[in-house]
């Protein structure tokens, strides 16, 4: 069986407060995108799990991989059969695009859907959860509203069907925790609810991501991509959660000549993103 993990944007990211568990209270919209790993399992020859990983190289231990981190999790409380995966990574590392998170998430519905588990939505969703804040977004795969940790979900009516993408990747990683340590939580003026309502086109002057100063203070070359994106007529650009990748919100489709690794990717539909 094979699947196709899809990698999300942040539309907006507001960094509330810090919570006593040392983690912050946010609010975002996930969006998913047409950028996406392969994922395949097939059964095990001679009853030998492995694990092969080709494409974008993935620092770390195989058993560390979100994909078999997964696949253990399932194994605690189901008699799973013995399995070999096949991981071709395509979305970039340390991008702020939930890759890893989505390949794992994937590989929840991809066991289900191999070993008859019958799981539920809700069930899927609080395995994902136990691997990652962002990991349960990519169960059911649509537009969503995030608050708490990224964890808790609310449906959201946006839809950019209608428009192209550019990404930019520049070879800059981003830590995490280093951007948390920039950014002073704070309540917004305006809940990201009430400006995802407004027109793209005027979203330049309303969404933002609390992420962006201290990054761009940093790392000056993420910056400059996001005014590059608007000079070529973005109608909206932002860097995606913590970075480093920046995405820009076209009108039409854009051929970007840059140094970085720039992905073009075409509107996004209910027929080219699987649950």
Known sequence: ???????KINLGLHILSKRPDGYHNIETVFYPINLC???EIVPAEDEKATFTQTGIPVAGEPENNLVVKACNLLKKDFD??????????????????GGGSSDAAFMIKLLNDFAGLKLSVEQMEEYAGRIGADCP????????FAEGTGNIFSS??????????????PEISVSTKD???????QQPAISLKEIIRLPVNEWKNHLVNDFEPGVFAQYPEIG?????????????ASM?????AVFGIFDKAVKLESAHTVYEIAPVNSSSIKN
């Open 37 to 39: 790993d392969a994922l």
């Open 224 to 236: 400059e991509i996001k005014q590059r994106l608007y000079a070529e007529g973005a109608l909206y």
């Open 156 to 169: 959201v009516n946006v839809s950019l069907q209608d428009y192209h993408f550019i990404i930019v990747k």
């Open 179 to 185: 951007a948390y340590a920039q950014v002073k939580p």
């Open 137 to 144: 977004f990519f169960i059911q795969n649509k537009p969503v």
């Open 240 to 244: 995606s959660g913590s970075g480093s």
């Open 80 to 97: 799973l059969p013995e399995i070999s995966i096949y991981l071709r990574k395509q979305i970039p590392i340390g991008a702020g695009l």
């Open 1 to 7: 069986m094979i699947c196709f993990p899809n990698a």
